[in-house]
């Protein structure tokens, strides 16, 4: 699971992975560097207006295995 850790002022939001979801991508491992992961401004605002509304309804969360069902497709 990625673990946002900021979402302030820095510009880009930096993600640790555990090795359980590492993903590679190419022949680089995400998960293993520790280059910040550089998000475009508008990603960012959708990144906090998400986070925004988990915060005024957490009922709408998912849990881990929904989660990944999404991602494996």
């Known amino acids: ?3 946002i ?3 302030g002022a820095s510009p ?3 993600a640790s992975c555990t090795a359980a979801s590492v993903r590679k991508i190419g022949s ?3 998960g293993a560097s ?3 992961i550089v ?3 508008w990603q960012r ?3 906090q207006r998400r986070s925004a509304e988990l915060k005024a309804d957490p009922s709408i969360a998912i849990d881990r295995d ?3 069902r999404h991602v494996d497709g």
Request: net charge negative.
């Open 66 to 68: 929904e989660m990944w």
């Open 1 to 3: 699971m990625s673990i």
């Open 34 to 36: 520790d280059e910040p």
């Open 12 to 14: 880009a939001i930096t």
């Open 28 to 30: 680089s491992d995400i």
């Open 45 to 47: 605002e959708e990144a």
């Open 39 to 41: 998000l475009q401004p």
């Open 5 to 7: 850790r900021s979402l």
